[in-house]
């Protein structure tokens, strides 16, 4: 076989189809996000993000900076080990503290990221519980995905939010099997929510465990930033809480939150824990400030959801198809790889407009879309020049509109 042949022939297939990915060159401005400015080959020139997952701005927080800077001039950079072999330092007890505080459990176990924390612990759980059978919502997280395939345990798909489908799966299952409910609270593609509290009742009825990613709602939702299952008062029916750092908490990291013999479970069976270096001190000591701080502040999460409100409520006036869902993440649909990723160009090279295209694998065929997220830093002038942008563009590339009232 010629390799770089095929490299580069699986490569051409994938720009043919409009999927191939490429990064933007990013380097923001300390304290001044969401604005950046963005190299290209051409020069560079000034952009404002409106796609960052860093949702609340928590990347730039005085204080979260400020935890940073301590622990490193206090203790350094590296862990310099695997947790078990030097490298838990105080601040990974101290965060670990505050995560299982969050969510009102009694221990949790932190990740290098989300999607190990979703691989490990699905992985572990699925392999090491005897029978196990994860019953898998249809739109789960690739994260997940491949921690239940890793586990090798039965898996059931059901249909995305689907109780009555989730249910005749359930009921066809004996009682005593142990099995576990995977999915997620905010679906971050849709911005969908799940019907958490009677995805639990049907866990109770059926016998089974339940496991929530939270990735895209801590932080922003609920009175201390636990995420929808504390807003919605059902934390303590959920078996596994897992979330990231990455995201609203504006750092890196992921975690799950459970019983203290279910974290000391897979603290000690999971390879993906176990085998890998800690995370840097001060990137512990910075996700702990920024949980903190949403703890006890709710400024952000306010600010975020009436910029969300405006922009919406801006894309409506214009007729920019959107879809309309009950989290912060509002997909304005396109549904044409190459046109999204076309839209994306434009508004980077002539508005200075940062929106990633999302294509498949991503999203379904058929579905693609300029993702957006607006955060409470960004300004009434910031979505007056996006507004506008969409505008031309929608005008100019002829795409389908949502009929107005009044026309
Ligand atoms: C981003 C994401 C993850 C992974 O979290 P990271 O900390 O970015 O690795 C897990 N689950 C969902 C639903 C996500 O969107």
Known sequence: MNYQNFFRAELARLKDDGNYRTFADLERHRGAFPAATNRHAGGERDVTIWCSNDYLGMGQHPSVLAAMHDALDTVGAGAGGTRNISGTTHHHVLLERELADLHGKEAALLFTSGYVSNWAALGTLGAKIPGMVILSDALNHASMIEGIRHSKAERIIWKHNDLADLERHLAALPLDRPKMIAFESVYSMDGDIAPIKEICDLADRYNAMTYLDEVHAVGMYGPRGGGI??????????????????????????????????????????????????????????????????????????????????????????????????????????????????????????????IQP??????????????????????????????????????????????????
């Not at 504390?230 to 934390?235: A, D, I, N, P």
């Not at 504006?250 to 279910?262: D, P």
């Not at 214009?318 to 839209?343: F, R």
Request: glycine share 8%; with cysteine; hydrophobic share 40%.
């Open 229 to 354: 299952a504390e807003r919605e008062g059902l934390m303590d029916r959920i078996t596994v809480i897992e979330g990231t750092l990455g995201k609203a908490f504006g750092v890196v990291g992921g975690y799950i939150a459970a019983s203290a013999e279910l974290v000391d479970f897979v603290r000690s069976f999971s390879s993906g824990f176990i085998f890998t270096t800690a995370l840097p001190p001060a990137v512990a000591a910075g996700a702990c400030a920024s949980i903190q701080h949403l703890k006890q502040s709710s400024t952000e999460r306010d600010g975020q959801q009436a910029r969300v409100a405006e922009v919406r409520a801006r894309l409506d006036d214009i007729g920019i198809p959107h879809i309309e869902n009950p989290s912060h993440i509002i997909p304005v649909m396109v549904g044409d790889p190459v046109k999204c990723k076309y839209l994306s160009d434009v508004l980077m090279e002539r508005f200075g407009i940062y």
């Open 358 to 407: 999302i294509n498949y694998p991503t999203v379904p065929k058929g579905t693609e879309r300029l993702r957006i997220t607006p955060s409470p830093v960004h300004t009434a002038e910031d979505i007056d020049t996006l507004v506008a942008a969409l505008r031309d563009l929608w005008a100019h590339c002829q795409l389908s509109r949502v009929p107005l009232a009044a026309e």
